[in-house]
DNA sequence: GTGAAAGCGCTAACAG
DNA sequence: CTGTTAGCGCTTTCAC
């Protein structure tokens, strides 16, 4: 029977009695450092399994300002690219040695606000912070605590990005060395500047060396905008870049719906590798993001600072987008 | 300047000495709660504004045992179905006053039995606990913390699923309606009594008054396994009940490419409404879970126990799965 | 209305 | 190796 919420949580001090020790000696067993004799340890462990000791980390917390807790804070969840990088981010975590979780802020501003009081007021050790914007919502209560941003660049921060500017030309490189000239782009909302410098890198190399058919932008979502529809239908490009795979995915469908096949009259690429991507008919080819490598690197950027204190300057990671070719882009038609 | 790791974070000690108060006034304007004078709060509060005062949960936990928070630990974030859960238990529970944030125990067991540890200890005031199957891995660590279990069964738990063996049996009735005679059923991993129900519940009703083309099961993924592709290709089926609705995309792409065409040829049921089931071509018949309705019942039920204690028996809450229709399911073939 | 003081459960000197 | 003890930051009687 699982639940018995009459009785008190047991702690540590019942464990010194029932062991028949001092506080300290139970401390110690517990937690594996200080120095306890073989005999009484495995004695207090015993005392501890049988009375069902659990520990208490908020405890420790004030005590120490240590527990061993980092947190990973998220914009939108549902949005299918941020589990992928949060089992990552857990990932590295965890192997690190700290239990992670997650808080989502569900893009609002206020939110993201409490949500970063409330981690940091629960005393984790560090966090791991997806911004909204490129915008500082914390209103300092970061500024004690080990922190790295991800993706979006907010100055005094701890950063691991990626370089969507190089990113940008190499998707335009990939279509342009297919033998596209006439290239359409779909950005995704652009007030922020991992998208805006994703478009900005394309479009320079695609006006260098091809011809901008046009650039529109859509929301993130698989149901294109009456304009976006439009530009794809009439605007006689060959190729289309989306800077997002949703957006990619559902310019394909559109297609498809309009009785074009994908690549063969007109090819796509997208970005993100979201999952699925390589599930779609044609398997969307796209610019992949290393979230394992983001999540790493994070952590240890954090690892390091947690155990150094106020290290030196703040760390700056640019990690390479990837491109991925499968299926959906090929020679324009003749 | 954001980041100030010199100076040491300010104590509720150094908001009452700034103020010129007393420890206690100093608490009660914080947390608004006993009795300051008004010009005494609100010197008390700019006092707060201006040392960046920020409050310390973990140290409030230890002393009231309260720390207004909830966790949501479930077992993959990557599986499309969860976040759209989360997001709804996150909603309720923000509704009622709670900071929450998630842990994923990654379908691991050892992985489930530490987060569970670590939420109870750091001290959050109920968890809402999705189970990686149906068993109870927590080690007691729950027994004096409000308790809600999603969707599996654990005894002694409070709990909220949804009736899947009437679920089951509204997916066949709806085959069965639209007239069909030889229905096949795929069915996703069986381990967990949710999936087992809506399987014997659709089949109890096919056996009666139509005929089981074929049963077979399949991981949770778009790729179907060799059998369960063989039984779609040759099991004459006009309809097929999948258990799971990735189970559902991964046959009518499979269906498709094998050119026969959903729902002309053959009709194809779902379950569980992902995001995206929508957006399917076909747009994906199936049974929504009420998830909305999940998150909103698991917060009552906790919320009643953070504030009323012990209260008396376990609840049980079931809820009725309700069939979506959209176009993958339509008469057979002549 | 305000302050002094006693802890919450735990850790870490320090003494023995 | 083990025990005593002084807090960590905060809340909450209980006097004043």
Redesign the interface.
């Known amino acids: ?9 047991p702690t540590l001090k019942d464990l010194a009695r029932e062991a028949g020790v001092s506080l300290a000696s139970a401390s110690y067993a517990v937690n594996g450092n200080g120095s306890v004799g073989e005999q009484t340890r495995a004695h207090i462990l015993s005392a501890a399994e049988r009375i ?1 000791y ?6 420790r ?2 005590r120490t300002g240590r ?1 061993g ?1 980092l ?1 990973l804070v998220v914009p939108d ?2 949005n ?1 690219f941020f ?2 990088l ?2 990552m981010v ?1 990932r590295a975590g ?1 192997d690190a040695g700290f ?6 802020t ?1 893009g609002s501003e206020p ?1 993201e606000q ?2 970063l ?7 984790v050790d560090g966090v791991v912070w997806f911004p909204i914007r490129d915008k ?1 919502t ?1 209103a ?5 605590i080990p922190t790295v941003v991800l993706d979006r660049t ?4 701890d950063h691991v990005g990626v370089d969507y500017l190089a990113a940008g030309r190499i998707a335009a490189r990939h279509l342009i060395d297919r033998g596209h000239r006439r290239i359409g782009m779909i950005s995704g909302p652009c007030d922020v500047a991992s998208m805006r410098d994703r478009c900005a890198g394309a479009q320079a190399l695609i006006e260098e060396e091809a011809e901008l058919a046009f650039r529109v932008e859509n929301a993130f979502s ?1 149901d294109l905008e009456p304009q976006v529809a439009a530009a794809l239908d009439g605007g006689g490009a060959t190729a289309v870049f989306a800077a997002a795979d949703v957006i990619a995915l559902g310019a394909i ?1 559109h297609l498809t719906r309009a009785g074009k096949r994908v690549p063969e009259d007109v090819s796509v690429l997208g970005f993100d590798d979201i ?2 991507a390589d ?1 779609s ?1 044609p398997p969307l080819s796209t610019l992949e993001i290393p979230v394992a490598e983001i999540g790493q690197h994070a952590i240890d950027i954090l690892v390091r600072n947690v155990a150094g ?2 290290g030196g300057a ?1 760390s700056l990671v640019q990690l390479d987008a990837q491109l991925v070719v499968r299926e959906s882009v090929a020679a324009p038609p003749l």
Chains 1, 2 share one sequence.
């Open positions: 029977m699982p639940r018995d919420p009459g009785s008190r949580r069902g659990r520990g208490n980390v908020a405890a917390v004030t527990s807790t947190a969840m549902t299918p589990p992928s949060a089992q857990f965890r239990g992670m979780f997650l808080v989502d569900e939110l409490k949500a009081a409330m981690v940091t007021g629960l005393g500082d914390s300092g209560c970061l500024d004690r907010l100055p005094g921060y698989l469908r999952p699925g599930q008919t204190g106020a703040t």
